[in-house]
Each structure stands twice: as structure tokens, then as C-alpha cells.
């Protein structure tokens, strides 16, 4: 089945960039919504983001303008860079593909990556 | 933004008991309503999708009903494992939006 997993750095510094990828396994990237969700420590759940395999985009306004997701098709890799970091950034990163079937209406996250907290601080 | 709102935000039981949680969005979104289970230090889990659609591999006695803009989310018989946090989320529009989250702590 397919899985995916969280890389990257694990601190990063105020006003830096985050960079994140997240990598494919068992099954294509290709044909499907791809997305970047937070949550920072004792939190809920923010979505960032998402990128359909075709590279098109679409942000949450709450990031963007210091979002950018982009999507490597031949390394079944997508990836997140955050700009310009505060420590409300400091969270869990999560990326998650987003499923749908012709039965019912919308889409929903799964499966999902188990997640890499990512630490804003000198 | 669609503003989703779980209650209650806590909640206590007791194993073997049933339980509902309710989440309302700020606008109608049909069934476009998902529920996640978020266990400590772990991913959120899909449980139900399109409102009232089971996911695989999850236990018959979770399920979900509603439209437009009242959801809930039904636990019957309380196992030692469904202690957990809870999430709505919506997928009639962008920005996604979850709820804030419902705890469900044993008694």
C-alpha cells in the first residue's frame, strides 16, 4: 500500500526557510492532490497546502506568500519551503495525499506520514 | 474560510459506553465532512469519509451522520483503544479546515 515519509531538518532558525520533502512509496505520485498539514505541539490540525502532480498549486492564505510546494514526478517526491520562520512555526509536519472515489462526494487525507516536528529556535 | 466547531472539546467515558461527538461548519458544505482519529505522538486516521462512509479496516462501531451544516460522530461500545482525539475536517472548499479537536479520556 502506498506510504509516505517526512524529511528534513528538524530545527531551523528565525527567518530562515523550512524545507521539507516528502517521498512516495508503493504506488505514483502521479494522478493525485498531495498536501502539507501542521500542527503545532498540543494543537489542532492546519492545512498548508496542496499540489496535484501536474504541479498546480493551491495555499492556505494563513502562509501564503512565504509557502511554496512543489512536486519531483520522476523521484515520487513533493515537496514544502516556508520562508521567513517564527517560532508559531515550530509544529509537526504531516503530508498526506488526498483520496476521492466516484462514489461519494469530496476528497479526504489518507494515507498520511507519520509526521516530523519541526523546531524554530536559535 | 469554512469555520468548523467540534463539541464537546473534552469528554469522558467509560469503556463499553456510547458516545457522539457534533461538529458544525459556518456554511453549508452537503457531506463534504471527514473524521480523523489522532492517537498521542501518532498520525491522524481516517475513520469516516463523505459523512457517513466507513473506511477500511475501521471497526463497525464508528459512524457518522449528517449534511449541510450538523455532523456527528458515533462511537458505540467504548473499546481501550478509542480513547484518542477527535477531528473534523471539511473538503467542500479551500482552505481545508479541521475542527479544533474533541479528547475523549477514559473515566
Known amino acids: 500500500q502506498v506510504q509516505l515519509q517526512e524529511s528534513g531538518p528538524g530545527l531551523v532558525k528565525p527567518s530562515e526557510t523550512l524545507s521539507l520533502t516528502c517521498t512516495v512509496s508503493g504506488g505514483s505520485i502521479s494522478s493525485y492532490f498531495w498536501s502539507w498539514i501542521r500542527q503545532p505541539p498540543g494543537k489542532g490540525l492546519e492545512w498548508i497546502g496542496y499540489i496535484y502532480y501536474s504541479g498546480s498549486t493551491n495555499y492556505n492564505p494563513s502562509v501564503k506568500g512565504r509557502v511554496t510546494i512543489s512536486v519531483d514526478t520522476s523521484k515520487n517526491q513533493f515537496s514544502l519551503k516556508l520562508r521567513s520562520v517564527t517560532a508559531a512555526d515550530t509544529a509537526v509536519y504531516y503530508c498526506a495525499r488526498h483520496t476521492r472515489n466516484a462514489m461519494v462526494t469530496g476528497d479526504w487525507f489518507d494515507p498520511w506520514g507519520q509526521g516530523t516536528l519541526v523546531t524554530v529556535s536559535p | 474560510d469554512i469555520q468548523m466547531t467540534q463539541s464537546p472539546s473534552s469528554l469522558s467515558a467509560s469503556v463499553g459506553d456510547r458516545v457522539t461527538i457534533t461538529c458544525r461548519a459556518s456554511q453549508s458544505i452537503s457531506t463534504y465532512l471527514n473524521w480523523y482519529q489522532q492517537r498521542p505522538g501518532k498520525a491522524p486516521k481516517l475513520l469516516i469519509y463523505a459523512a457517513s462512509s466507513l473506511q477500511s479496516g475501521v471497526p463497525s462501531r464508528f459512524s457518522g451522520t449528517g449534511s449541510g451544516t450538523d455532523f456527528t460522530l458515533t462511537i458505540t461500545s467504548l473499546q481501550p483503544e478509542d480513547f484518542a482525539t477527535y477531528y473534523c475536517?471539511?473538503?467542500?472548499?479551500?482552505?481545508?479546515?479541521f475542527g479544533q479537536g474533541t479528547k475523549l479520556e477514559i473515566k
Open positions: 475536517q471539511q473538503s467542500y472548499s479551500t482552505p481545508r479546515t
